[in-house]
C-alpha cells in the first residue's frame, strides 16, 4: 500500500554534489522511519542514512558529515542531500521505509523504491 519512487541521481565528478528524492503514496500513515540504502555490483546492500518521524536522523560512518537526509511531511518527500562526493559513493540509491524499527539494517524496512543510479567519478 505504500510505493516509494527515488529522482535525482546522476553523474558527478569527486567533489561534487546530488540531492536525491523520493516521494511517498498510498497509505503512509503507518510510516515512522524512512531511510536510503545503497547498493554497489558486487556488494552487499548497505544502510546510508535514517530518518525517525523527520527527526532524529542516524547516518552510516562513511557519509557522516558529507551526506544529510530531511524530510518534508507536507510533500510526502525524504531526501538526500549528497555533498563532497567521493567515487566511493557510485552504487544504486534505494528508498525505503518501515512501519516499526529504524535504523540503518535493511531488515527493519519493508518498502522500498527501484532506485536511482549515482555515478562519482575521480
Known amino acids: 500500500q505504500v510505493q516509494l519512487v527515488e529522482s535525482g541521481g546522476g553523474s558527478a565528478q569527486a567533489g561534487g554534489s546530488l540531492r536525491l528524492s523520493c516521494v511517498r503514496s498510498g497509505y503512509t500513515l503507518n510510516i515512522g522511519c524512512m531511510g536510503w540504502f545503497r547498493q554497489a555490483p558486487g556488494k552487499e546492500r548497505e544502510g546510508v542514512a535514517s530518518i525517525l518521524r523527520g527527526a532524529a536522523t542516524y547516518y552510516a560512518d562513511s557519509v557522516k558529515g558529507r551526506f544529510t537526509i530531511s524530510q518534508d511531511n507536507a510533500k510526502n518527500t525524504v531526501y538526500l542531500q549528497m555533498n563532497s562526493l567521493k567515487p566511493e559513493d557510485t552504487a544504486m540509491y534505494y528508498c525505503?521505509?518501515?512501519?516499526?524499527?529504524?535504523?540503518?539494517?535493511?531488515?527493519?524496512?519493508?518498502?522500498w523504491g527501484h532506485g536511482t543510479q549515482v555515478t562519482v567519478s575521480s
Open positions: 525505503a521505509a518501515s512501519n516499526y524499527l529504524c535504523g540503518l539494517q535493511y531488515l527493519h524496512y519493508n518498502y
